[in-house]
């Protein structure tokens, strides 16, 4: 059976889904929702602008700017993205490219201009801090539907929308390379039941302590033809930390063709 995709920290959701597409109008299983919520989430190709805050008790938020390019590979299931910041000043022009395989086994470069080298980020680093931020490396990708066993455990009001309901699913790794690969144990998706739409995501640590906190906001429409929508504000709050950081989309554009030789080492080393 293909993988699908699941919508990582950075994921995308859509306002083209309705309940009603369930077969048979009956109540879908966890791996139903997620299906629908991954389907709603993936783009031929995205390029798009955005502003990374990090704040947290005591400390005044900082900001940094970069463009992200993101494309879907032939099996329709992983993608490869770069990002590459342009501000401050003193971290122009570092890039890291994503390039998505099975089990959350991604390969992770990452280019830092003031050395002019491109050096691995290993397996366990990359459930590390990406650009110093509460999202991790692995929170910047997408991880495949199949990696994970769903299981729709209630519906609720979705959180900060007490008018909606939403499906709350458990995912749990199917295997303990997902697992340590991932860096959690468990995850909670809140996925509003009228439209499939993610609302909030908990990660829950390798202890299965809670750590991290997601909030999707802001969802508007990128695709007018086929209706489909994504989270121009994504937050995360490391509980354990005390710490924050979102990500704001500024500009989105997943008409705009991506070549392939974006998504390569040399590409990644390109002064700016």
Known sequence: MRKTLIAGSFGLVS???????????AAPGGRDV???????????????????????????????SFTL???VAADGVHHRTLTRFAAPAEIKGEGV??????????????????????????????????????FSYTDMTTQAVDDYKHVVAKTEACPGEAKSSCFVVTSMPVNETVRVN???????????SSDFQTIQTELFDL??????????SEIREVDTAKHKAMAHTVRVDDLKAKRFSTIQISKADVQAPVAESVFTEQSLAREI
């Open 207 to 216: 202890e299965s302590v809670l750590w991290k906190r997601v909030t999707f």
């Open 34 to 64: 997620m299906v629908k919520t991954a389907e709603a989430a993936t783009f031929a190709s995205l390029v798009s602008t955005s502003t990374l805050v990090i704040g947290g008790a005591g400390h005044e938020p900082r900001s940094k």
């Open 97 to 134: 490219l994503f390039d998505e395989k099975t089990n959350g086994q991604n390969e992770v470069l990452l280019y830092l201009p003031r050395f002019k080298k491109v050096r691995r980020v290993e397996a366990q680093a990359q459930r590390s801090s990406f650009m110093g931020s509460s």
């Open 182 to 192: 991932h860096g959690y144990a468990k995850k909670t998706t809140w996925v509003r």
């Open 15 to 25: 306002t083209l889904i309705a309940a009603d597409g369930m077969a048979g109008g």
């Open 69 to 71: 390019w993101r494309k």
